[in-house]
């Protein structure tokens, strides 16, 4: 049976668990990665002749697995992991991490045990990578990705620059173009690749792959570039380390600085010591000739620079720089100049705070690009800083922003208060200052008080006018809401605030605008729904997400009021939570029910689940009379349960006639009451007691009675949808996970929508009502006469004279 991929992501997160205490994430990621990429390794290629990874004997998972319990499993694990860096030229990359250390392993029993454990997660039979990308789905490198945003968010301020958030990632692979490579001689060049995440989700852009360069300053970094690069499918990627300022690896055979095709960055921000063991003045390789020098205490120049140099004539390429880049004086003022008057820079892209690891302050993509630049008349700037979700404590992109921001760019619209094309006059009018706010003006509308409303009411009809975008789909509307006031300018409501919304809702057009929209989506649901239903083992599924969710994206283009952007995050949502997992299992496994059995600490099997078809899909179309009559007993227990509160509330507390069998936790039981009833069942002077009692115990036996007819019944109904289970067809099954599970679950949130589009409005004309509804001297003369009355109070009680 297929793991579904979030189980595959926490497990192998729940690894990390054996190693905390220790050590902090930014060191034990090094363990838990090696141990990934030598069970990734050798699941793939052990045995395997000339195979990309040579696996030699001795030098295994296998091996690392027959080391558990003993007593010198780190010694034996550092010993495999050297055979299998030696066989590969991987010394430095996997054998960084020292698996023998006392200080961060723990002593003697405590190690053995911790690596054992350690080793136990990785030997499920689960966590089998043979098959990675074999439906052409890195699923593997998806698990790294996953840890590696767990590490970067828990290794802290200082030591998550390793990581650049994929989401960002992708912005930058797709604004440079890189789906346009042809060939994977074609190049692509990270000079401060980190972990490699930036370079691997460019190169990924391109269909045919490109050659990969990168070079990385910090040697453990570099070792997790190395491992994710082969985890991902491209083990011939060249990851150098060394200072790429003072020391550039990459040079033709004049020595010049070799150039790329394409090439992106994510620079550590403002690098004070950018220029050790480098002469600026001097540099070799020219990268401030005609540009300038940057600030000595300032690298962010140096490293674009650098980058602009290592670009070929008609390269392409962005960097991620603080804002600071964009406005700054002196030095850098001269570098943006000659840029901007160089026409490199294509477009500039200002990001929202707070979504790196090694920083909080918000950044900017500046998208670079040689081609045709003497002739461009324009940088393209778009403000995307609003268009994002909290995730814990960073900012993430969510799928609606990455799509707008690429559509946006790659198409050079121009969108209120969001982007537009800035002519190179008008920077050259603002001296050469790039600061994305000087140009748009991403500002909310201020929401403006009437003073002559608040004096006389009314409401300002601007304000109506300012909502054309609902008029323009609901032309009638506004004169079944709005009448003229007694003075030009101003709007009267026509109904009561609290009808407003009965009234947008029962209104014609309101009701066919949502048709309209329902039909978009059930036009899009008809084509989808065979090709969904069609899901085979070896299809791909993201290949499957992208045409469903372009699809969706165009259905929706064009539509008032609702934006595609939010309905297609509705779908990509769903696909994260939910949907992905499904259909991972189909392209592994079939339309196949199968169950899984759920046990207990001790083992014992208590339950059964399909991930595929909860229960619940399964009573809903085949059992609904069982489970309708298992409700109509649970509603008569829960009128018993009422019927007893109410005596207990009537008769319960001191001196109630209950309080006799009320234990100190406020409960009554059964045994209580047929204490207290032979107790005083001979005595007439507790008759009143009596009857209650006899009443509540009535009703205890009710209920328990009911409970053991729900208990049967509900047994019954799982024995039913278990057998259900097996005698599932093919059919079956694809209308239970298409018809039942997944298509309900997005007509609804486009349903959300609409909801949202009409609880907007109705807000906002009951805002406005609200605010202008008694006007200040109506006010101030209801203020007077309270205040008289209350005088008049006071004199009467001789409190005023």
């Known amino acids: 049976m297929a793991i579904k991929k979030s189980e595959l992501y926490s497990s192998l997160w729940k690894s990390c668990d054996e190693l905390r205490g220790g050590m902090d994430a930014s060191q034990y990621k090094d363990y838990v990665l090696v141990l990934l990429f030598v069970k990734y390794v050798s699941d793939k290629y052990a045995g395997v002749a000339d195979a990309l990874i040579e696996v030699p004997e001795g030098g295994g998972f296998q091996d690392i697995v027959a080391l558990k319990g003993q007593k010198d499993i780190g010694d034996g694990i550092n010993t495999i992991i050297a055979k299998l860096a030696e066989a590969n030229d991987l010394k430095g990359v996997i054998d960084v991490a020292d698996f023998n250390d006392a200080d961060k392993l723990g002593k003697g029993k405590e190690m053995q045990d911790r690596l ?117 499918g491209h083990p011939t990627a060249e990851i150098w380390q060394d200072n790429t300022l003072s020391s550039p690896y990459f040079k033709d055979a004049d020595g010049s600085l070799k150039t790329f095709d394409f090439a992106v960055a994510n620079p550590p921000f403002s690098s004070k010591a950018w220029s050790n063991g480098l002469n600026p003045a001097k540099d070799e390789f020219q990268r401030f000739d005609n540009y300038g020098i940057p600030p000595a205490k300032n690298g962010d120049y140096a490293f674009l620079l650098h980058m602009v140099r290592s670009l070929k004539s008609n390269g392409k390429g962005a960097i991620i720089l603080p804002h600071g880049v964009l406005f700054r004086g002196n030095a850098e003022a001269e570098i943006r100049k000659n840029l901007i008057s160089k026409g490199i820079i294509k477009g500039i892209i200002g990001l929202p705070p707070n979504l790196f690891y090694g920083t909080g302050i918000p950044a900017c993509i500046i998208v670079l690009d040689k081609e045709d630049a003497e002739n461009r008349q324009g940088i393209f700037m ?113 109904i009561p605030g609290s009808e407003v919304k009965a009234c947008i809702f029962a209104h014609p057009e309101f009701i ?42 165009q259905g929706f283009t064009g539509k008032s009021l609702i934006d595609k952007y939010d309905v297609y995050q ?70 018993i349960v009422r019927q007893q509160e109410e005596l207990q509330e009537e008769h319960g507390g001191e001196e109630g006639l209950l309080e006799e069998v009320t234990n100190d936790s406020g409960k009554i039981t059964k045994a209580n009451v047929n204490d207290r009833i032979k107790a005083i069942k001979n005595d007439a002077t507790f008759a009143d007691e009596l009857k209650v ?21 509900t047994q019954f109904l799982d024995n039913y949808v278990l057998t259900k289970y097996g005698d599932l067809t093919e059919d079956e ?59 008049g109070h006071l004199k009467r009680m001789g409190l005023v004279w």
């Open 116 to 232: 054992s454990n350690l080793v136990a997660i990785f030997e499920t039979p689960a966590l089998n990578f043979s098959k990675n990308r074999a439906d052409g789905d890195d699923i593997l490198g998806d698990a790294y990705e996953y840890l590696m945003r767990n590490f970067a968010t828990q290794s802290g301020k200082s030591k998550g620059q390793f990581y650049t958030p994929a989401e960002v990632s992708r912005v930058i692979s797709q604004v440079i173009g890189v789906n346009s490579a042809r060939s994977q001689s074609q190049t692509i060049y990270d000079p401060t690749c980190g972990s490699g995440s930036l370079l691997l989700k460019s190169a990924d852009e391109a269909e045919q792959g490109l050659t990969i360069y990168g070079q990385e300053m910090d040697n453990a970094t570099r070792a997790l570039a190395r491992m994710n690069m082969i985890l991902h």
């Open 382 to 494: 778009i403000d995307a800083s609003k268009g994002f979700v909290k995730d814990g404590n960073k900012n993430r992109l969510r799928e609606q922003d990455i799509h707008k921001i690429v559509d946006v760019f790659n198409k050079q619209l121009e969108v209120a208060k969001y982007s537009r094309m800035v002519p190179v006059q008008e920077i050259e009018g603002n001296e050469y200052n790039l600061n994305i706010p000087r140009y748009i003006d991403s500002q909310e509308e201020e929401d403006i008080q009437d003073i002559e409303a608040h004096l006389l009411g009314g409401i300002p009809k601007r304000d109506i006018e300012a909502l054309s975008d609902y008029w323009q789909v609901y032309p009638t509307l506004q004169q079944e809401l709005f009448e003229a006031a007694d003075r030009p300018g101003y709007l009267m409501l026509k």
């Open 512 to 553: 066919s605008y949502g048709k309209d929209i329902q039909a978009v989506f059930e036009t899009w649901q008809e084509k989808h729904t065979p090709l969904l239903k069609a899901i085979q083992p070896g299809d791909k599924p993201k290949a499957i997400i992208h045409a469903l969710s372009e699809d969706l994206l």
């Open 570 to 639: 509705h779908l990509m949502t769903y696909w994260v939570e939910s949907m992905k997992d499904d259909v991972y299992i189909l392209v592994e496994d079939g339309w196949k029910a199968e169950l899984k059995a759920v046990t207990n600490k001790k083992g014992v099997v208590t339950d059964y689940i399909c991930e595929l078809i909860p229960k619940e899909l399964m009573i809903n179309r085949y059992f609904q009379a069982e489970q309708a009559a298992i409700a109509e007993l649970e509603t008569k227990k829960d009128e």
């Open 693 to 713: 009692l006899k009443a509540y115990l009535k009703l205890i036996e009710q209920e328990a009675e009911i409970s053991k007819q729900i208990k049967v019944l």
């Open 733 to 791: 099954i694809k209308t239970l996970v298409v018809d039942d599970k997944w298509m309900p679950t997005l007509r609804q949130a486009i349903a959300s929508e609409m909801d949202r589009i009409s609880q907007r409005l109705t807000q906002r004309i009951k805002e406005l009502a609200e605010r202008y509804d008694t006007p200040l001297p109506q006010l101030t003369s209801k203020v007077e006469e309270l205040t008289a009355k209350v005088e």
